[in-house]
């Protein structure tokens, strides 16, 4: 488990760095209909590669049993990794708000971004 994790980690963040650098090739998807869209690249992705992460790390807590202080540091730094990367994941898959700050700058300026639909109150107009 703890390498499966580690590697699908590792695979994931280099996924999500790549789609976060301003190149033609990581812009490729902005035009087409696929599964890549804004909210999958920049908030799915990282988020589902920190749940990984913590996972790894709470899997290698447990195979330290033998060494309760490195056990107990693996599992606190890992329980808030997968936590924080849960909610994040969980957003990106089935949620319609999120923070603008994980938009990359050249997605915020890109002419093909339509914004995230808002939320609220409508007023009534008389």
Known sequence: MF???LALAIVTASGALY?????????AWEKQNGIIDERFAFVFLPSFSLTLFGLALMSASGLSH??????GLLLSLGLPFTLIGSVGAI??????RYPEWLIPRWRRESPYRTP???RGR???TN
Not at 66 to 71: A, E, I, N, T
């Open 3 to 5: 390498f499966l994790a």
């Open 19 to 27: 789609l976060r650098r301003d190149t033609p090739s990581s812009r």
């Open 66 to 71: 033998d060494h309760p202080l490195v056990s």
């Open 91 to 96: 957003t990106g898959l089935f949620g319609t």
């Open 116 to 118: 995230p639909k808002r």
């Open 122 to 124: 409508r007023r009534k």
